[in-house]
């Protein structure tokens, strides 16, 4: 079994910012390995653990996908609640995915035993799990000249362009949803 975490804040009113970036990837993803399930299997979402979560059958693996329904900064208890659950090996079994401003938009870092770096979602997590070794993906969000031009909690909140949403769902879902699958093949 295999857990995947999707970072973002819940709501409508967060749904396309920079910070919703995690969560936009597991819709991706669910889509993608949902058309690759098998056709009696029925993909429907369960409200547990403080989130939303999917299971979802991938090769020979039971795939988890879930997304916190805390805001991100307070993502832990519901990641501590779902491992704790399914004793999912925090060093083998969980990828968080989440946004990174220290990386341009567009960059994608696959990491593991890694620190927050600042990330408030991800520093709960390793808080309340004890830990930092489990998997992450790191999707670069910043597209700002300089850090000057918007103070970084701001930026974060804001909606993606629409040029930038293109180049997510062109460029970058894809190149991460071919790391995920990495990682469920174990490739890394």
Avoid: C
């Avoid at 995690?22 to 653990?49: C, N, Q």
């Amino acid at each position: 079994m295999k857990l995947i975490v999707g970072l973002g804040n819940p709501g409508k009113k967060y749904e396309k910012t920079r910070h919703n970036v995690g969560f936009m990837v597991t819709f991706e993803l669910v889509g993608e390995l949902s058309s690759e399930a098998p056709a009696h299997y029925k993909l429907t979402p369960e409200e547990k653990f403080g989130g939303e979560l999917y299971g979802i059958p991938y090769q020979t693996v039971e795939v988890l996908v879930f997304r916190p329904s805390t805001f991100m900064n307070e993502s832990g208890s519901a990641v501590q609640e779902i491992t704790s659950f399914y004793k999912i090996d925090l060093a083998q079994d969980l990828l968080i995915i989440h946004d990174e401003v220290d990386l341009p938009l567009g960059v994608i870092r696959s990491t593991s035993e890694s620190s927050a770096a600042g990330h408030k979602g991800v520093q709960d997590i390793i808080n309340k799990l004890g830990t930092s070794k489990f998997h992450r993906i790191r999707i670069g969000i910043d597209s700002r000249a300089s850090r000057t031009e918007k103070p970084t909690e701001n930026f974060v909140l804001e909606n993606f362009t629409a040029s930038e949403q293109n180049i997510l769902e062109e460029e970058i879902f894809p190149d991460v949803i071919a790391e995920i699958k990495k990682f469920l093949d174990n490739k890394k």
